[in-house]
């Protein structure tokens, strides 16, 4: 009995480790987030699409990550706001897309939501998730794609939101490595130190 648990147990650390398959991704946009949280830390309610029950996709809240219906949610980007509202508690025109015309979404404009014209959604999709995370609340450095750069996509890595290099659909396609790369960060070079000789005094 001994000598077969030894063998069952060198077996299963002889054997290579299988990978998880990839975490499906439900359809849908993710709604834009109107609120602002109150929490220091907000904890994630759920951390992919599978967590969600029925149609609800895992989206960035105003407070962490949460399940959210997705129906009724255009495409496009709502446009960027550059100015900030001085009134204390704006009036809102719309709560919901499907409230506005067309193609118009309800975004948040200078004061309060309103039906716009949204910008372009950016091509291509977010990659497959195919890790796990070992942190409890993973920081999230995008909730959009308009805080990412050039072609990257805000996407779920795993561990949290981040910017990263769509998988297709894309003006410039990309290799296939790069598919799913993060944004890297920006390091500034540390100066560079010349030894100089040693002093020599004279005789």
Not at 62 to 88: F, N, Q
Not at 95 to 118: Q, V
Request: proline residues 14%.
């Amino acid at each position: 009995m001994g000598l077969l648990a030894f063998w069952t147990a060198l077996l299963s650390t002889c054997s290579p480790a299988l990978q998880d398959p990839p975490l499906k991704v439900k359809p849908g946009t993710c709604p834009e987030i109107t609120k602002t949280c109150k929490m220091e830390n907000p904890p994630n309610l759920c951390h992919h699409d599978s967590q969600c029950p029925g149609a609800q996709k895992c989206c960035a809240t105003s407070c962490g990550l949460g399940c959210v219906p997705v129906h009724d949610v255009k495409p496009g980007i709502c446009p960027e706001i550059e100015m900030r509202c001085l009134m204390l508690n704006p009036k809102n025109d719309c709560d919901t897309d499907s409230e506005c015309s067309g193609s118009m979404k309800c975004c948040t404009s200078f004061c309060g939501r309103k039906c716009l014209d949204p910008r372009d959604e950016k091509p291509g999709t977010c990659p497959p998730i195919n890790k796990k995370c070992h942190s409890l609340n993973p920081p999230n450095s995008c909730t959009q794609d308009n805080d990412c750069s050039a072609s990257m996509k805000c996407c779920y890595t795993g561990c949290g939101l981040h910017c990263v290099e769509p998988c297709n659909g894309q003006e410039h396609p990309q290799k296939p490595t790069d598919c799913g790369s993060l944004q890297p960060h920006r390091t500034e070079s540390p100066p560079s130190h010349t030894q100089k000789p040693p002093h020599i005094p004279p005789a």
